[in-house]
């Protein structure tokens, strides 16, 4: 019995449709066409799901065998991200954007990977080369933390504000602007955003974590009533306690301590230590 190769069926399928003969070009053609469907996909796979060092490995060898291939660039640059390997990220990224087929949105991204790799002055430059006229949410994003690393906190709220409008998944940059505001020492307005954040997304710790130091900050040693799991409880009352004895309320960050260590389901180690370091600095 014969077998049927399923890979090849659409080139038969389109060669069989056809009332002439097709010649070598057209079958060419036709497997061309699978073969670049095949490869935009497996793209995709390597930007998603692939170990991110296999990813660069993959688009390097892509881009090695076709160095005109922005989409390769892309991969590479992309996959580097990924990777946290962020000083090569922006060399991949400065490739892409002189690239002809260069795109603004590669230039947010060049943007990005210069902030991952702190390096806040060339992200500002990035960032102001692309046209006003090009709003998205990243590039609105990034203009917040730029305009936050250099202390303009009127231009970053409005660069904020103009990002939440721009995502239907704001919790993350919610929490960004919450923390820009803990830095100022804005802590009611930090609190307010944290909370708007957690009920965007209520597995977002970091959020949690950071509504628990705004509340620390301005005394406030209760949890706030959010969605937590227990590991989450004895966390957040660790942080609080750290945050009271900051605050010079030593009996309360004691209390709080162990709190956190009768809640932990398992040996909270951290807050065991925390209390130990606190117990001794008192007795000496």
Not at 57 to 83: C, H, N, T, W
Not at 201 to 230: E, H, W
């Amino acid at each position: 019995m014969r077998r049927i190769t399923l890979a090849f069926l659409p080139v038969a399928m389109l060669v069989a449709g056809c009332d002439v003969p097709s010649s070598g070009a057209q079958v060419e053609r036709a497997l061309k066409g699978v073969n670049v469907v095949d490869e935009t996909n497996l793209n995709d796979v390597m930007l998603s799901v692939a170990d991110p060092n296999e990813a660069v490995d993959y688009f390097r060898r892509s881009v090695s065998a076709e160095p005109d291939r922005i989409q390769f660039q892309r991969g590479l640059a992309k996959s580097l991200i990924r990777a946290k390997r962020h000083t090569e990220a922006v060399t991949a990224w400065t490739l892409v954007v002189s690239h002809p087929d260069a795109i603004n949105d590669d230039t947010i991204d060049l943007a990005d990977a210069h902030i991952r790799n702190g390096d806040w002055k060339s992200a500002e430059g990035a960032l102001d080369s692309v046209p006003p006229t090009h709003e998205t949410f990243k590039r609105y994003r990034l203009e917040a933390m730029v305009a936050d690393s250099n202390r303009e906190w009127s231009r970053a709220d409005s660069f904020y504000e103009t990002a939440v409008g721009l995502t239907t998944k704001p919790s993350g940059v919610l929490n960004n602007w919450g923390y820009s505001k803990l830095t100022r020492g804005d802590f009611s307005d930090a609190e307010r955003l944290f909370v708007d954040a957690i009920k965007q997304d209520p597995t977002l710790f970091t959020a949690k974590n950071n509504l628990v130091l705004s509340r620390g900050a301005q005394r406030k040693y209760d949890l706030p009533v959010i969605q937590m799991t227990q590991i989450e409880r004895a966390q957040l009352l660790h942080t609080l306690g750290l945050s009271a004895i900051k605050q010079g309320d030593v009996a309360t960050g004691k209390g709080l301590l162990r709190e956190a260590i009768d809640t932990h389901p398992q040996h909270f180690e951290a807050a065991v230590r925390s209390l130990r370091a606190l117990e001794a600095n008192v007795a000496n």
